[in-house]
């Protein structure tokens, strides 16, 4: 009940949204209701007060009209009649509206006042402005104007302009509302596009989620997007399975710190503040972070990267991490390795004899001098191989062992330097030294003279036609540097993101039929990297390559 009476409010004060929801009957009914509901008023108070009136044959007929016209509201198939149709009523109403005022005549002033509900109604139809301010108009003159000719008496100017308050002050009232519905119409247009475009949006956005959402969950990579707080906003399925199978005890919490995440040895878990999503939580940016996932037999080797999400204004918002199975490649790889270590090994001991027995050999007596000579050949590129088979030891290790002495760095890079110069056979290749003398480092030399015989013979080997190899040697606050500078073939900018890579070559050091296996690099790598140092890569094609290591004065 309290509901029906919240309706016809909202609808008696022009709730248009809702007005207009309503069917064609409801509203021409609500919209004849004011007027109907004044004349019950005016009977109730003539019957009660004015007894007269109500014996005024007109006034009778009008309040009938009245009745007879809610009837036609109520009746009338609106739903079947052109849209404009219900125009009719308001025009009706001006006729009972008249007999009434001339009923009531001086007993109950202001009937004529009723004009004002046809003529608001008209003037807010929205329809035919002009035509239906001109009838409101003069369909109040009529009122006014029509007891003056019909009652006989003398027509005069001042009779005539009595009265004519009514008509102006209707049109004043159609005028204004009018305008105020204009306004509102087209204030109603305005939000009924809004409305349209909104839902366009909506539409459009559901269905961009359902893509990403498809898309999200057929990638074979786990996702997870954290906020700025660490807590995850997006999982796709994928990440769940991961979850799953890293769950202590098939347990169903798949919050990290629960999970059985462990280090590369796959035993040693790994503290909270290095799992992925707290690292991508504190805002870090990582690239190829392996962990393994899980315990074995079921145990995978998961490579993670975290890349920062930023708002409109570039503000950090969250991150994303992508978790990718590269159990298999990681399978490869070590395998790769043991293979490269079991035939070094294998290679080694026969290698060993033969280069034993050739010694034996070239220091026998009476030894003709040609067989001298060729065996001088086999002794050298025995040497050759076993360089090699050591080399190939030493990737399959990864990690070198180093035993650390107080070392005068400079002296031990000009020695090396020496015996680079002494190797040399490329007379267009000069040497050249500069920098600082004197600087003791605790350094494995042995291994920093490897690295440093490495990178001589690179430069000298990748500088075929000719141009100055130069060795400096700097201290700084952090420990020594060494910058070995060649004027050779150098290198392009995609060649030197490889050069560190086991077994790399570039395609200009294969076609000249350079000797090498493209191990130098990475070896000498992982000796500067077990002191503690760095070793990187500045290079340029054909113009030359610049290969520094520094190295701390405590590794
Ligand atoms: P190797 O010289 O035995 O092939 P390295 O690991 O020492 O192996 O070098 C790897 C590759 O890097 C080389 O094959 C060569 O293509 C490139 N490279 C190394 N040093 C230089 C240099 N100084 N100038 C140009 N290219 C170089």
New binding site residues.
């Given amino acids: 009940m309290a509901d029906a009476v919240d309706r016809v409010l909202s609808h008696l004060t022009l709730n248009s949204g809702q007005f207009h929801e309503l069917s064609m009957r409801n509203r021409v009914v609500l919209s004849q209701l004011p007027l109907s509901l004044t004349v019950l008023l005016i009977v109730t108070g003539s019957l009660l007060f004015h007894p007269l009136v109500l014996q005024d044959g007109l006034f009778r007929v009008g309040v009938a009209l009245q009745v007879f016209i809610l009837l036609l509201c109520i009746l009338l198939p609106w739903h079947r009649l052109p849209y404009p149709s219900f125009l009719i009523i308001p025009l009706l109403d001006f006729l009972p509206i008249g007999l009434m005022r001339h009923g009531a005549g001086t007993e109950i002033t202001g009937v004529g006042l009723l004009t004002v509900f046809p003529v608001i109604w008209l003037a807010a139809s929205g329809l035919y402005p002009r035509r239906l301010l001109a009838v409101g108009f003069f369909a109040a003159l009529a009122i006014v104007w029509t007891p003056v000719f019909l009652t006989g008496g003398e027509i005069t100017a001042s009779s005539l302009t009595q009265s004519l308050l009514l008509p102006f002050i209707m049109l004043g009232i159609a005028v204004t509302i009018r305008v105020m519905t204009a306004s509102m119409m087209d204030q109603q247009r305005v939000v009924e596009e809004k409305d349209a475009e909104l839902t366009k949006l909506l539409a459009e956005s559901g269905r961009r989620e359902r893509l990403l959402n498809t898309i999200v969950n057929s990638v074979d990579v786990g996702l997870l997007a954290v906020n700025e707080t660490g807590d995850p906003v997006l999982t796709n399925r994928k990440l769940q399975q991961f979850q799953a199978l890293a769950a202590e005890d098939g347990g169903t919490s798949h919050s990290e710190q629960d999970l059985l995440i462990y280090q590369q040895d796959g035993r040693s878990v790994l503290p909270a503040a290095r799992r992925p999503s707290r690292r991508a939580a504190d805002g870090q940016v990582f690239s190829d972070y392996l962990l393994w996932w899980g315990q074995q037999p079921n145990q995978r080797v998961l490579s993670t990267s975290s890349r920062l999400m930023t708002d409109q204004s570039g503000s950090r918002e969250g991150s994303v991490v992508t978790f990718n199975d590269v159990t298999e490649l990681v399978a490869a790889l070590n395998a790769k390795d043991e293979f490269v270590s079991t035939v070094s090994h294998e290679l080694r001991t026969p290698l060993t004899a033969i280069r034993g027995y050739l010694e034996l050999l070239m220091a026998a007596p009476d030894v003709p001098e040609h067989v001298v000579a060729g065996l001088e050949v086999v002794s050298r590129n025995s040497d050759r191989l076993h360089k090699l088979v050591l080399d190939l030891l030493a990737a399959a290790e990864g990690s070198p062992d180093i035993r650390p002495a107080p070392t005068d760095f400079p002296a031990l890079v000009s020695q090396r330097v020496a015996s680079a110069r002494e190797r040399n056979q490329n007379p267009a290749v000069r040497f050249e030294e500069a920098g600082q003398q004197g600087i003791t480092i605790n350094c494995d030399p042995g291994r920093i003279a490897q690295v440093l015989d490495?990178l001589l013979s690179?430069?000298v080997?990748?500088s075929p036609s000719g141009g100055t190899v130069t060795v400096t040697v700097q201290s700084g606050e952090d420990g020594v540097e060494c910058r070995i500078a060649?004027q050779?073939?150098?290198?392009t900018a995609e060649?030197i993101t490889g050069?560190f890579s086991k077994f790399?070559?570039?395609s200009?050091?294969r076609n000249a039929a350079?000797p090498?296996?493209?191990?130098?690099?990475?070896i000498s790598k992982a000796i500067v990297e077990r002191h503690g140092g760095s070793l990187t890569c500045r290079?340029t094609a054909g113009e030359g390559?610049t290969?520094s290591f520094r190295l701390p004065v405590h590794p």
């Fill in positions: 490495n690179n430069a080997k990748y060649d050779g073939t150098g290198m060649e050069v790399f070559r570039t200009a050091a350079i090498g296996v493209g191990l130098g690099l990475a290079s390559s290969f």
